[in-house]
T-cell receptor, first 116, second 117 residues
Framework: GAGVSQSPRYKVAKRGQDVALRCDPI?????LFWYQQALGQGPEFLTY????????KSGLPSDRFFAERPEGSVSTLKIQRTQQEDSAVYLC??????????????FGNGTRLTVT | AQKVTQAQTEISVVEKEDVTLDCVYE???????LFWYKQPPSGELVFLIR??????QNEISGRYSWNFQKSTSSFNFTITASQVVDSAVYFC??????????????FGEGTQLTVNP
């Protein structure tokens, strides 16, 4: 399809395990965002890429969280040594234009992470 | 720091009723952008509208309309003649022009709208 694709759709991890969440943005989109959405809450910003450059990672909650977009397209969000408080839906979004364009974001369906 | 408040956690209406979702925001920037997104049960946020801070003209799109009032820092969303398919969580969001991370959005807590047949 032509939308933002995220995988896996659901992930269950035991506390302490590492997980990797994948995002395939819309082809040609310059900007890519990761958001974290806890149950019953609005999404919260984690990090932002413009092409392959990670311009802002101020929203990452700890150094256990790491994101990359090495070729400026697919992005991976990695969480090391998962904790129960990491349980949330992780949303990826992309937009055609770069920073300061404030263009509408196209969101994926998210990955629901449950840490047991 | 910016903040978006959606005071209505849940709203329940009967089909064909009109419903207004409230959004109040805080920002120190003079240039900013306001958005509404819809999140159906599938989870994907769907863009509905974007307005910039210099355009206070109200907008209508089919059954949807938006009322932007800078004087009260509000950007309310009205659905006329609601339908069951309108049932979803609706988020209001803000991005500031001076923000370094592109179009980084600050979301409200969301309003769960249920339209009953």
């Amino acid at each position: 399809g032509a939308g933002v694709s995220q995988s896996p759709r659901y992930k269950v991890a035991k506390r302490g395990q590492d997980v990797a969440l994948r995002c395939d943005p819309i082809s040609g989109h310059v900007s890519l965002f990761w958001y974290q959405q806890a149950l019953g809450q609005g999404p919260e910003f984690l990090t932002y890429f413009q092409n392959e450059a990670q311009l802002d990672k101020s929203g990452l909650p700890s150094d256990r969280f790491f994101a990359e977009r090495p070729e400026g397209s697919v992005s991976t969000l990695k969480i090391q040594r998962t904790q129960q408080e990491d349980s949330a839906v992780y949303l990826c979004a992309s937009s055609l234009l770069g920073e300061r364009a404030h263009s509408p974001l196209h969101f994926g369906n998210g990955t629901r992470l449950t840490v047991t | 720091a910016q903040k978006v408040t959606q005071a209505q956690t849940e709203i329940s209406v009967v089909e064909k009723e009109d419903v207004t979702l409230d959004c109040v925001y805080e920002t120190r920037d003079t240039t900013y952008y306001l958005f509404w997104y819809k999140q159906p049960p599938s989870g994907e946020l769907v863009f509905l509208i974007r307005r910039n801070s210099f355009d206070e003209q109200n907008e209508i799109s089919g059954r949807y309309s938006w009322n932007f009032q800078k004087s009260t820092s509000s950007f309310n969303f009205t659905i006329t003649a609601s339908q069951v398919v309108d049932s979803a969580v609706y988020f209001c969001a803000l991005s500031e022009a001076e923000e370094t991370s592109g179009s980084r959005l600050t979301f409200g807590e969301g309003t769960q709208l249920t339209v009953n047949p």
